[in-house]
Nanobody
Framework: QVQVEESGGGLVQPGGSLKLSCTASGRAFSRYRMGWFRQAPEKEREFVAAISRTIRTTYYAHSVKGRFTISRDNDKNTAYLQMNNLKSEDTAVYYC??????????????????WGQGTQVTVSS
């Protein structure tokens, strides 16, 4: 079982930035597709961004494209989500997930095998 843990959430003003980190256990981190999702109160969990295993292809939700950047450091077993120009509608619990099996579409929660507990991001003045 791959263990996933997020960190870096917090309170930030509109227009500000935050960088989330996600560490995953296991020696095969470079084989995991990594994804970020978020869930606001009374809303369904939604796709934010994903990064492929080794060729570093990235995918973004339309709502965050141009503001968020996903990256990974395979030597550190860590994925990142740099969030710039944050808006109030970005407020949510952000979850990191690892796709170990390699099946399913990158934007579908069901495609991911292991999830972190989430980290709260609040954008407010």
């Amino acid at each position: 079982q791959v263990q996933v843990e997020e960190s870096g959430g917090g309170l930030v003003q509109p227009g500000g930035s935050l960088k989330l980190s996600c560490t995953a256990s296991g020696r095969a981190f470079s084989r995991y597709r990594m994804g970020w999702f978020r869930q606001a109160p009374e809303k369904e969990r939604e796709f934010v961004a994903a990064i492929s295993r080794t060729i570093r292809t990235t995918y973004y939700a339309h709502s965050v494209k141009g503001r968020f950047t996903i990256s990974r450091d395979n030597d550190k077993n860590t994925a990142y989500l740099q969030m710039n120009n944050l808006k109030s509608e970005d407020t949510a619990v952000y979850y990191c997930a690892a796709d170990v099996s390699g099946f399913g579409h990158y934007s579908t929660p069901g495609a991911y095998d292991s999830w972190g507990q989430g980290t709260q991001v609040t954008v407010s003045s």
